[in-house]
């Protein structure tokens, strides 16, 4: 199924896009004119707005007030899908976590749907649950690059690098310049004692960002330990002025305590 995703990650823009594929969503004067209005799409539409506006809590009552005027399945499920996107927003994960799962029993193969509930079990700390969800959204658009990397981000954090690479692999097969996948690889390969391979990883991805702080300790750890010495301090010398908890992580590898 290939959904109405728009390029980025964040969960307002895939949400904004989404409901602009809903008929009647159009946001043009002109189109406007022949568009359909009612009371459901009205509230959709000031929720949308209030979300690019970042103002989540106006946008959870537009959208609680989309889903009570919905007279079709449609509306509903989109409304659920805003209310768990604004409760994520305003720090309310039990809110969230319910919308998406009502939007889910709507329709279980929407894979931004899928991807958005994964982003949300990842960040409050349930990997495993959250694989389940890349890989459906994965599996329901094999194009899904985002969903192939938090996949491979979350099965590194369950300790899986062989999965994590694999899922990575795919993400590249898709895109071969995705920064996040070439991340997500070479952290699997250094993890796989895959050094080599890991280094060069890390290195194509400052080519394009040469302030990318995971790459740069990623690639000053792979030097460490290929026993390059001398280039993980140079490296530790970049990182100190990007991230300090991280250069200082590649310091005690550097210069363990005796």
């Known amino acids: 199924m290939i959904g109405c995703r728009t390029g980025s990650r964040t969960l307002t823009a895939l949400l904004v896009a989404c409901l602009l594929a809903i008929p009647g969503m159009a946001r043009s004067e002109d189109d406007q004119k022949f568009a359909s209005r009612t009371p ?88 495993d649950r959250a694989a389940s969800f890349f890989a459906r959204a994965a599996v329901n658009d094999p194009t899904f690059v985002e969903a192939y990397v938090e996949l491979g981000v979350v099965y590194a954090r369950l300790g899986r690098h062989a999965d994590s690479a694999a899922a990575c692999q795919r993400a590249l097969a898709v895109d071969q310049e995705s920064a996040g996948a070439l991340l997500c690889l070479g952290v699997a390969s250094y993890h796989l004692g895959q050094y080599a391979g890991a280094q060069q990883l890390f290195e194509a991805v400052l080519e394009t960002d ?42 005690q590898a550097i210069f363990p305590a005796q």
Do not use: C, W
């Not at 509230?43 to 009570?68: D, I, N, P, S, T």
């Not at 740069?216 to 300090?244: C, F, H, M, P, T």
């Open 40 to 127: 459901a799409l009205d509230e959709l539409k000031f929720g949308l707005g209030a979300m690019e506006a970042a103002e989540y809590e106006q946008a959870f009552v537009h959208f609680e007030r989309a889903k009570e005027y919905a007279t079709n399945s449609e509306i509903r499920f989109q409304a659920d899908f805003g209310l768990a996107t604004a409760a994520t927003a305003l720090g309310r994960p039990s809110e969230a976590e319910a919308a998406f799962e009502r939007a889910i029993a709507a329709r279980p193969d929407h894979v931004e749907v899928l991807y958005s509930y994964g982003l949300l079990l990842k960040q409050t700390n349930r990997p």
């Open 210 to 251: 040469i302030n990318n702080a995971r790459a740069r300790y990623g690639l000053g750890l792979s030097r460490l330990y290929q026993e390059d010495r001398n280039g993980a301090i140079q490296e530790y010398a970049v990182l100190k002025e990007l991230d300090a908890e991280l250069a200082r992580d590649l310091y």
